[in-house]
T-cell receptor
């Protein structure tokens, strides 16, 4: 099955700086890559996703890039704010097991005011 | 509109007891998923329902775990003879049926086995 690796496990940035989280995947057949934000005591919230037919997608301060050849994708958050502090998960699906998401281990992002 | 609803939000039970966790998906979402999130771990797939098709049970960790989906809507995850290692947050997600669609999660049931 699919294996998703996520780095770093923790990330601290100053308010206003950028944050980058990177993930790699193993199944070349995977074609859908969502990112989730999880706040304490809440379920994961979808913040952005990308499909394998595009290389980049942007939504305001958040962007995701995908390199299919290298099998890695990244989340970029610009102009970070304290409310961006949360755990972020990357995921992949679409390979041999359609539907189920394979998640990375998560990144604890802390934005200091 | 209403999101995915899970109940109870918290459940504390003794080792060896059976528990039932409930998930109400978003209206119109025929795909439903259960995941488990253990302390400090990522999200682990358990089971996937898609319409009237046979569910994908490949993620269930043992035969003590089972799930049903009645009427193509509400789902119940049952854990029999609970063990301490079953302590985790159990998350439900739903999505539209076709292709790879965004999965929307509930806030989960935090299960604690004493």
């Amino acid at each position: 099955g699919e294996n998703v690796e996520q780095h770093p496990s923790t990330l601290s940035v100053q308010e206003g700086d950028s944050a980058v989280i990177k993930c790699t995947y193993s199944d070349s057949a995977s074609n859908y890559f969502p990112w989730y934000k999880q706040e304490l005591g809440k379920g994961p919230q979808l913040i952005i996703d990308i499909r394998s037919n595009v290389g980049e997608k942007k939504d305001q301060r958040i962007a995701v890039t995908l390199n299919k050849t290298a099998k890695h994708f990244s989340l970029h958050i610009t102009e970070t704010q304290p409310e961006d502090s949360a755990v972020y998960f990357c995921a992949a699906t679409g390979g041999s097991t359609l539907g189920r998401l394979y998640f990375g281990r998560g990144t604890q992002l802390t934005v200091w005011p | 509109g209403a999101g995915v609803s899970q109940s109870p939000s918290n459940k504390v039970t003794e080792k060896g007891k059976d528990v039932e966790l409930r998930c109400d998906p978003i209206s119109g979402h025929t795909a439903l998923y259960w995941y488990r999130q253990s302390l400090g771990q990522g999200l682990e797939f358990l089971i996937y329902f898609q319409g009237n098709s046979a569910p994908d049970k490949s993620g269930l960790p043992s035969d003590r775990f089972s799930a049903e989906r009645t009427g193509g809507s509400v789902s119940t995850l049952t854990i029999q003879r609970t063990q301490q290692e079953d302590s985790a947050v159990y998350l439900c997600a739903s999505s539209l049926p076709w292709g790879n669609q965004p999965q929307h999660f509930g806030d989960g049931t935090r299960l604690s086995i004493l």
